[in-house]
């Protein structure tokens, strides 16, 4: 297989962030995606928000699957560390690299097949176990590597490439994410820009579990009428409940947004998610009513995007195991061994 590689030699007047890097330096290898993927755009937002927070690229850890979605990590943060797993394992790989080095952060990549099919099972105990990470699941609602047949996210009634009317109830991710306890739920659409960085900034920043469902049109099989995943069908049908921004810490607050009630959600690394309600009856901190909103808005064939539930107490499987500060990778044979006497403590409070 050959790669075109990009130029490693940047024109010096790049602009640099607080950590002395370009935007150039969070981008990958060259996509070999369709031209006007979907996933490009995600590709495009989540550099954008990694260079914008200041991170630093090798403290990232960036796993996915099979799909192809799970192709994405090629395409940005070639710094940092990538691990592609099997079909539907990214969560439980990832998990185990966030119990053994608490440090990184953690962004998963996945796809509706990888997720919503294959994957079901890791993706709902990834959300209840509310591990610390970024999971972003990029929703075509076809499997594009196999010729455009439906996943399990794909709306009754929607019809394919074909003409083939889908008869099968969709698994809807961000409703199961709700009620399994993820503490930070999104929904966006891969050509909204402007609302998907701030959202993959949030996602980033937040103590928890937090998930975002990107609507991806994929332009060689689900982009037709008649299609619920398409450019067109998506732009039409978009409700958006709020339009955000996310503020570092530190830096002056200012906002450009129409008058309206602001929430200000304050992450634990001390930075801000500003949250603009545009819908006054609707409450970001409400998990049962952002279920009740979004089923509501589905049954009038509306997509809703924006921030639909944050928990700004939320803690992670760390919290929740009790595990030590220092990352268990770190931890010498003193502390992983601590010899017989204590070993023979530990049996006898079994027995």
Partial sequence: ?????????????????????????????????????????????????????????????????????????????????????????????????????????????????????????????????????????????????????????????????????????????????????????????????????????GAMSHSGAAFIDVISPCVTFNNHKGSTKSYDYVREHNEAVSRIDFISTHEEITTSYAPGELVEVEQHDGSTLRLRKLHEDYDPSDRYGALAYISKHHAQGEVVTGLLYIDPEATDLHAALHTCATPLNALDESLLCPGTEALAKLNASLR
């Avoid at 755009?41 to 799909?67: N, T």
């Avoid at 799970?70 to 592609?84: E, R, V, W």
């Avoid at 009634?157 to 999104?186: C, E, F, M, R, W």
């Fill in 1 to 201: 297989m050959t790669f075109i590689a990009k130029p490693i030699l940047h024109h010096p007047s790049l602009t640099r962030n607080k950590v002395g890097f370009t935007r150039r330096d969070y981008e990958g290898r060259i996509s070999t995606l369709c031209a006007g993927c979907g996933h490009d755009s995600i590709s495009a937002a989540i550099v954008q928000a990694c260079w914008e927070l200041d991170i630093e690229p090798h403290r990232v850890a960036k796993l996915s699957g099979i799909g192809c979605s799970s192709k994405t990590p090629d395409y940005f943060l070639g710094a940092s560390h990538g691990f592609n797993t099997v079909h539907g394992r990214m969560p439980s790989v990832l998990t185990g690299a966030n119990l053994t080095n608490r440090d990184l952060l953690y962004l998963g990549v996945s796809g509706d097949g990888d997720s919503a099919s294959i994957g079901l099972g890791q993706f709902a105990n990834a959300m209840r176990r509310n591990v610390r990470m970024t999971y972003i699941v990029e929703n075509n609602g076809v499997y594009g590597l196999t010729k455009g047949q439906f996943s399990a996210t794909a709306d009754q009634g929607s019809k394919s490439k074909k003409g083939v009317i889908n008869h099968d109830s969709p698994i809807d991710l961000v409703g199961l994410a709700l009620q399994l306890g993820a503490t930070y739920v999104a929904r966006s659409f891969s050509g909204d820009k402007a609302q998907l960085v701030p959202l993959i900034k």
